[in-house]
């Protein structure tokens, strides 16, 4: 081998090495930049989920709630479809408590494991609302709690940019009690169902 021939396959030897050494830096600019451009808003990055998420979650379990049915445990062990409203419900929260009960005999065999409730800042319901959800929701867990307390998810649901721009519906509860997930008008059956079903396939509680 040549001098000329060794000093090209040092040469090439060496810049291998500089390839390897340079290769953790880019990867750690790459993710920065990409970091960046997530927390400014000029990419999304995918998910699977249809809902909006929020950012933090909220703790229930701690919440005082009232109802004619056993509440103490309200949360654990199953999904909860929050339908959030006050004494009366016009159309659109009416359409919302419909579409809950169409989303939970969708779910077919995994229908314990999720359930309804309507939460109410107001200590008595409307007899007209009464009377509908007793026709019409038999299933449906009705429960007051004093606006005060409900401040901090009422604010949480608020703050979801996504929620603000379109009317919420309801909100998503895990098993734990993490109010996690609020889906707004724009939000069908189906884009609620799919994320139901996912979380059912992979979450722990059975």
Not at 98 to 122: G, M, W
Request: proline fraction near 3%; glycine fraction near 6%; include cysteine.
């Amino acid at each position: 081998m040549t001098a000329a021939s060794e000093g090209k396959v040092v040469w090439q030897n060496r810049f291998k090495l500089i390839l390897l050494w340079m290769i953790p830096f880019g990867l750690m600019i790459l993710a920065s930049v990409i970091y960046n451009l997530v927390q400014s808003g000029q990419i999304s990055v995918a998910s699977k989920n249809q809902g909006y998420l929020i950012q933090p979650p909220v703790q229930l379990s701690k919440l005082a709630l009232t109802s004619s049915k056993e509440v103490d445990n309200i949360w654990h062990g199953k999904w909860t479809m929050v339908i959030r409203g006050g004494g009366d419900c016009d159309q659109g929260c009416l359409d919302t408590l419909l579409l809950s009960r169409q989303i939970h005999i969708r779910l077919n065999k995994e229908a314990n494991r999720t359930q309804r409730l309507y939460l109410s800042d107001a200590a008595a319901l409307s007899p007209s609302l009464s009377e509908h959800l007793a026709a019409e929701h038999h299933y449906l867990t009705v429960a007051y709690s004093d606006s005060p307390s409900l401040a901090p998810l009422d604010q949480a649901v608020l703050a979801t940019a996504e929620a603000r721009q379109s009317e919420a519906k309801f909100i998503l509860v895990d098993p734990e009690g993490w109010a996690m997930m609020v889906y707004s008008a724009e939000h069908d059956g189906a884009a609620v169902l799919k994320d139901l079903k996912y979380l059912l396939k992979y979450s722990a509680e059975r």
